[in-house]
């Protein structure tokens, strides 16, 4: 789409009715200044149709799931399923079973390391890395290679902060690569990668891949079926939604291939003393009491996201970021990280001369909250030179107004240090 054609549809957007639906947004902070909640990458905050479905289960048919014959637990149940069928569907997983409920993003990359890392890799075999990776994409790797003595390859970038693709290719024609686990989007440049190339590329060369989508899945939309990926990460609080839930997608030959994550209740079939044999997917993958109420709240936030707008919402971000950008670029003397022609509302930037530590401090008595540090992502700010960066990450509850109040924070901070 055009810029004249986002700037259009932006203007279609009604953000002022947007934030009615998000309580948080009306607080004040700081010296008694209108909150300005640009730390969306690190968490989104939750609308009414969230917090309400959360509630109501706990007031209305709290129980167990799947374990009980009696009125709650049957209710809860079919709630906690529906949930996953609205995951299914916002991805468009081809079966419900092969969404998994985890903890998070780094829940679900750890069960790939520990499950398909350990049954399917061996010592020798690559798996591919970027430099833009958040730690959590690169820990379980390395655990890993403690364990099976795989090699970890990371790869460059190019100067915009996406992947060098031809540097991916000219691994995967090495022959070793077997797996490929790279994020959808970074989460501290906000710099999308080109996932059905790098999906493609990886089949071509006999690799699988994984994604890491916690940034992506509430920005663009994401089809895993057209992706062709073998697995996506994903979390809920990242989409407006609770803490502690999140996704796995896993094709289901993989999943059926893989052994248990974890032992214990759910995911069993047959226990004796001798042996246990596994329930099916995806009960094998969900060990123990899960996370009911989050679930529930997850699939709440799935029911918000399609009750909206998404084109006129992803312009709006689009709007809002590049205010932010051009306002960056006339006050002059600041760093910005990340540079691609397809990016999130995230803008990941330091203050030449100031820290970026002050810097976050230093705003949040103007009510703004940006996010500062090396973002999980020590490797990428090692990449670029830095120990760190402030970042703000914006989304389509943000306004214009905050955007300005935001520049004439860092402007102020400016002045002090001047």
Same mark, same amino acid.
């Given at each position: 789409?055009?810029?004249?054609?986002?700037?259009?549809?932006?203007? *279609?957007?009604?953000?002022?009715?947007?934030?009615?639906?998000?309580?948080?947004?009306?607080?004040?902070?700081?010296? /008694?200044?209108?909150?300005?909640?640009?730390?969306?990458?690190?968490?989104? %905050?939750?609308?009414?149709?969230?917090?309400?479905?959360?509630?109501?289960?706990?007031?209305?048919?709290?129980?167990?799931?799947?374990?009980?014959?009696? $009125?709650?637990? !049957?209710?809860?149940?079919?709630?906690?399923?529906?949930?996953?069928?609205?995951?299914?569907?916002?991805?468009?997983?081809?079966?419900?079973?092969?969404?998994?409920?985890?903890?998070?993003?780094?829940?679900?990359?750890?069960?790939?390391?520990?499950?398909?890392?350990?049954?399917?890799?061996?010592?020798? /075999?690559?798996?591919?890395?970027?430099?833009?990776?958040?730690?959590?994409?690169?820990?379980?790797?390395?655990?890993?290679?403690?364990?099976?003595?795989?090699?970890?390859?990371?790869?460059?970038?190019?100067?915009?902060?996406?992947?060098?693709?031809?540097?991916?290719?000219?691994?995967?024609?090495?022959?070793?690569?077997?797996?490929?686990?790279?994020?959808?989007?970074? *989460?501290?440049?906000?710099?999308?990668?080109?996932?059905?190339?790098?999906?493609?590329?990886?089949? %071509?060369? =006999?690799?699988?891949?994984?994604?890491?989508?916690?940034? !992506?899945?509430?920005?663009?939309?994401?089809?895993? %079926?057209?992706?062709?990926?073998?697995?996506?990460?994903?979390?809920?609080?990242?989409?407006?939604?609770? @803490?502690?839930?999140?996704?796995?997608? =896993?094709?289901?030959?993989?999943?059926?291939?893989?052994?248990?994550?974890?032992?214990?209740?759910?995911?069993?079939?047959?226990? @004796?003393?001798?042996?246990?044999?596994?329930?099916?997917?995806?009960?094998?993958?969900?060990?123990?009491?899960?996370?009911?109420?989050?679930?529930?709240?997850? =699939?709440?936030?799935?029911?918000?996201?399609?009750?909206?707008?998404?084109?006129?919402?992803?312009?709006?971000?689009?709007?809002?970021?590049?205010?932010?950008?051009?306002?960056?670029?006339?006050?002059?003397?600041?760093?910005?990280?990340?540079?691609?022609? %397809?990016?999130?509302?995230?803008?990941?930037?330091?203050?030449?001369?100031?820290?970026? *530590?002050?810097?976050?401090?230093?705003?949040? *008595?103007?009510?703004?909250?940006?996010?500062?540090?090396?973002?999980?992502?020590?490797?990428?700010? /090692?990449?670029?030179?830095?120990?760190?960066?402030?970042?703000?990450?914006?989304?389509?509850?943000?306004?214009?107004?905050?955007?300005? $109040?935001?520049? !004439?924070?860092?402007?102020?901070?400016?002045?002090?240090?001047?």
């Amino acid at each position: 789409m055009a810029d004249s054609a986002f700037k259009a549809v932006a203007a *279609n957007w009604d953000v002022a009715s947007i934030r009615e639906e998000f309580p948080i947004l009306s607080r004040r902070v700081g010296k /008694d200044k209108p909150l300005v909640y640009f730390d969306n990458a690190a968490s989104k %905050q939750k609308p009414h149709l969230v917090l309400d479905a959360m509630e109501d289960i706990h007031c209305r048919y709290y129980a167990n799931v799947h374990r009980g014959a009696h $009125t709650l637990s !049957a209710e809860a149940t079919d709630a906690f399923e529906a949930a996953r069928r609205k995951v299914q569907g916002f991805i468009n997983a081809k079966h419900e079973h092969e969404v998994i409920f985890t903890r998070g993003t780094t829940d679900s990359i750890n069960l790939v390391a520990a499950s398909y890392g350990k049954s399917a890799l061996k010592a020798g /075999d690559v798996v591919l890395l970027s430099q833009s990776e958040h730690h959590s994409n690169i820990v379980p790797w390395q655990l890993l290679r403690e364990q099976v003595a795989i090699h970890i390859v990371p790869l460059p970038l190019l100067a915009d902060g996406r992947i060098d693709l031809d540097a991916y290719e000219s691994e995967l024609k090495k022959g070793r690569v077997k797996l490929v686990a790279v994020g959808h989007a970074s *989460n501290a440049l906000g710099v999308v990668n080109d996932a059905a190339k790098l999906a493609k590329l990886a089949h %071509q060369y =006999g690799a699988k891949i994984l994604l890491d989508g916690c940034q !992506a899945a509430a920005h663009l939309d994401v089809d895993v %079926q057209a992706l062709d990926v073998d697995f996506y990460a994903f979390s809920a609080h990242k989409m407006y939604g609770p @803490t502690g839930i999140g996704a796995l997608y =896993g094709k289901e030959a993989l999943l059926n291939a893989m052994p248990p994550y974890q032992g214990g209740g759910e995911m069993i079939d047959r226990v @004796t003393f001798e042996k246990t044999t596994w329930a099916a997917l995806p009960a094998k993958f969900e060990a123990g009491t899960p996370a009911i109420t989050e679930a529930i709240g997850f =699939g709440a936030a799935v029911d918000f996201l399609e009750s909206i707008d998404r084109e006129a919402a992803h312009a709006h971000e689009n709007a809002l970021r590049a205010r932010v950008i051009q306002g960056l670029e006339a006050l002059g003397g600041v760093a910005v990280y990340g540079s691609a022609p %397809q990016m999130l509302p995230v803008i990941s930037f330091n203050l030449i001369g100031i820290h970026h *530590n002050d810097v976050a401090s230093m705003i949040d *008595n103007e009510g703004v909250a940006v996010r500062s540090g090396h973002h999980c992502a020590q490797p990428l700010m /090692d990449w670029f030179g830095i120990t760190g960066s402030a970042r703000a990450s914006l989304c389509f509850y943000n306004t214009e107004e905050e955007v300005d $109040t935001f520049l !004439a924070a860092l402007a102020k901070v400016k002045g002090i240090f001047a």
